[in-house]
């Protein structure tokens, strides 16, 4: 009986131990809900959303205001968006957020639009 309880006590801890270990590698906030409104806005409408993470996040990272990276903004999400391939559109409008390869291309559009990356 005890061989038993230490068998399912040892396999529980692993099953454990490796979610916990994959909700740490994810991308995603492991409580994130994506916006439903994803999945039917337009390509204008995401580069809008895209926009408005770039700005709201890069005025945190270089403390100014939001009205000052307008033009900057503007260029990355143009540059992400136009960089995505369908795929990566639809992954993004699935999880909302971008994916590896669309996020390859995101920091792309930083460098070239003179932003600052994020600290990940």
């Not at 396999?11 to 409104?37: G, H, K, Q, W």
């Amino acid at each position: 009986m005890r061989a038993v309880f230490r068998s399912v006590l040892a396999a529980a801890a692993i099953v454990a131990t490796a979610t916990a270990a994959l909700a740490a590698a994810s991308n995603t906030p492991t409580m994130y809900e994506p916006d439903p409104a994803l999945k039917t806005a337009s390509m204008t409408e995401l580069q809008a959303r895209v926009r408005q993470a770039c700005t709201v996040t890069q005025a945190k990272i270089q403390n100014v205001s939001e009205f000052s990276l307008t033009r900057k903004c503007d260029c990355y999400a143009g540059r992400t968006m136009r960089a995505m391939s369908t795929d990566e559109v639809q992954a993004y409008r699935d999880t909302g957020v971008f994916n590896d390869g669309a996020r390859a291309k995101a920091f792309g559009a930083i460098d070239s639009c003179k932003l600052q990356r994020p600290i990940l």
